[in-house]
């Protein structure tokens, strides 16, 4: 049986099929609150949030710094293309 903790974390990653919506959609915890299995399951849909948000910050960075320095590349030519010009 799949333990409380890899239920939150799947919840999360894959999400669950609303038939009526027919989409994608997170629910919420099935187990009663101020227990084990209540808090185990919040733990693992916590920490599948934690890492797909470090995903999204490396990969805004990744594109930030691409960007940048395309940006420069593009001005430094812009430059050589003047002096040569003159």
């Known amino acids: 049986m799949i333990n409380a903790y890899e239920k939150g974390y799947t919840v999360f990653r894959r999400g669950t099929m609303d038939k009526k919506a027919r989409h994608k ?3 919420g915890n099935p ?4 227990t084990s ?22 990969n805004e960075q990744g594109s930030r710094r691409e960007t940048y320095e395309g940006s ?8 050589q293309s003047k002096n040569y010009k003159e």
Not at 31 to 34: C, E, G, Q, R, V
Not at 38 to 53: D, I, T, V
Request: avoid cysteine; hydrophobic fraction near 35%; charge should be positive.
């Open 37 to 58: 299995s209540y808090r185990e399951w919040e733990r693992g849909f916590s920490a599948a949030y934690f890492e797909q948000l470090k995903k999204v910050r490396l």
């Open 31 to 34: 187990f009663k609150s101020k």
């Open 72 to 79: 420069r590349t593009v001005l430094q030519n812009e430059e």
């Open 25 to 27: 959609n997170l629910v």
